[in-house]
Nanobody, 126 residues
Framework: LQLVESGGGLVQPGGSLRLSCVASGFTPDSDYYVIAWFRQAPGKLREGLSC????????NYANSVEGRFTISRDNAKNTVYLQMNKLEMEDTGVYYC??????????????????WGQGTQVTVSS
């Protein structure tokens, strides 16, 4: 199984970006598969931002991004997206997607995930 993120870049505060996470070699044969987005800022722990159930489409968000970020999936393309609006300088970091069989109320816990992408850099700066 391989995850590849894309869509990062440099954006001004208040701007938007859409990240993509393409999963290959992945056959979700369980309703427990969840794909999540995490962020790691310099000198900080990896933070869970949002997650989505592959089969049910149920979503969850961290308080820091709720109302600004939207996670979605396209199962036909094996792709999960993270639409990020109203970006703030504090959103700067490397964004990772991850997949695992996860109990949904723990879906923003990095320890729950088995597979990770290589990350894509998001920089919010004026």
């Amino acid at each position: 199984l391989q995850l590849v993120e894309s869509g990062g870049g440099l954006v001004q505060p208040g701007g938007s970006l859409r990240l993509s996470c393409v999963a290959s070699g992945f056959t979700p044969d369980s309703d427990y598969y969840v794909i999540a987005w995490f962020r790691q800022a310099p000198g900080k722990l990896r933070e869970g931002l949002s997650c989505i159930s592959v089969s049910l489409g149920t979503t969850n968000y961290a308080n820091s991004v709720e109302g600004r970020f939207t996670i979605s999936r396209d199962n036909a393309k094996n792709t999960v997206y993270l639409q990020m609006n109203k970006l703030e300088m504090e959103d700067t970091g490397v964004y990772y997607c991850a997949v695992g069989q996860v109990v949904f109320d723990r879906c923003t816990n990095a320890l729950e995930y088995d597979y990770w992408g290589q990350g894509t850099q998001v920089t919010v700066s004026s």
